[in-house]
């Protein structure tokens, strides 16, 4: 959507695990949960291909074999996927995009400036995704009725978890990641990784266990000594009353 600058009302998709996990009792698609988050997040509805229906994503199909037959010839060297990515973004430019489409028999460079694309979500899903929690003096942060560990200088901050839906657990400070964890299925778990106290030294030169609950010592209270007649005379009174 980036590269496009924007999206369309519908997107169209194969019956790929990762968009759709199976069909209800009367063949309505349904959709991977996070998959459908990440549409709603940018605002666009999902489609997918019938079942055993070729036709229905051919044009997709022809595009990806001309990728092979155009592109990959081209393709003499890279170094890596940064460097394959810069070599792939100049073949569109100065080929691909600029040519006269076989289907359309238009130039798709001049043909995208009449699609009219909807404004995408301009905050990247998994930001959006991320659950702010401020760090505890015991350096652990909570998240679904258990608790994890970031690096102790971050006590007192607010930092923000990401659950990866896979098992696994990250979480950010100012856009940094400081800590992964796996995610565990239990409750009132502690998730606890000892390189997070490293650097905490005391005078000489121990490991400094993580700041605990004080105990404020007060002074005991002063006591007044007294005859017991005082305490006799009090209760005959009170017998009195």
């Given at each position: 959507m980036q590269y496009f600058g924007g999206r369309t009302e519908t997107v169209l998709y194969d019956n790929m695990k990762t968009v759709v996990?199976?069909?209800?009792?009367?063949?309505?698609?349904?959709?991977?949960?996070?998959?459908?988050r990440f549409a709603a997040h940018h605002g666009f509805s999902l489609r997918r291909c019938p079942p055993y229906r070729p036709r229905t994503k051919g044009k997709v199909e022809n595009g990806v074999g001309y990728v092979r037959k155009n592109f990959w010839p081209r393709v003499r060297t890279f170094t890596g996927l940064t460097d394959l990515n810069v070599q792939a973004r100049l073949w569109l430019d100065t080929v691909a995009n600029v040519r006269l489409h076989g289907t359309t028999h238009e130039v798709p460079q001049q043909r995208l400036l009449q699609e009219g694309l909807k404004t995408f979500n301009l905050v990247p899903f998994d930001e959006?995704?991320?659950?702010?929690?401020?760090?505890?003096?015991?350096?652990?942060?909570?998240?679904?009725?258990?608790?994890?560990?970031?690096?102790?200088?971050?006590?007192?901050?607010?930092?923000?978890?990401?659950?990866?839906?896979n098992g696994r657990i990250r979480i950010f400070a100012q856009g940094k990641l400081i800590a992964e964890h796996e995610k565990t299925a239990g409750h009132r778990g502690v998730i606890f990784d000892k390189k997070h106290t490293e650097g905490i030294r005391?005078?000489?030169?121990?490991?400094?266990?993580?700041?605990?609950?004080?105990?404020v010592q007060q002074a005991s209270p002063d006591v007044v000594t007294r005859d017991l007649s005082v305490y006799e005379q009090l209760q005959d009174e009170a017998v009195v009353q």
């Open positions: 996990t199976g069909t209800d009792e009367q063949g309505n698609p349904l959709w991977n949960e996070r998959f459908a959006a995704e991320r659950h702010s929690r401020k760090v505890a003096s015991d350096a652990l942060i909570s998240y679904e009725a258990n608790r994890y560990s970031v690096p102790w200088r971050y006590v007192g901050q607010v930092v923000e978890l990401q659950d990866e839906r005391a005078a000489g030169g121990k490991p400094l266990q993580l700041p605990m609950p004080r105990l």
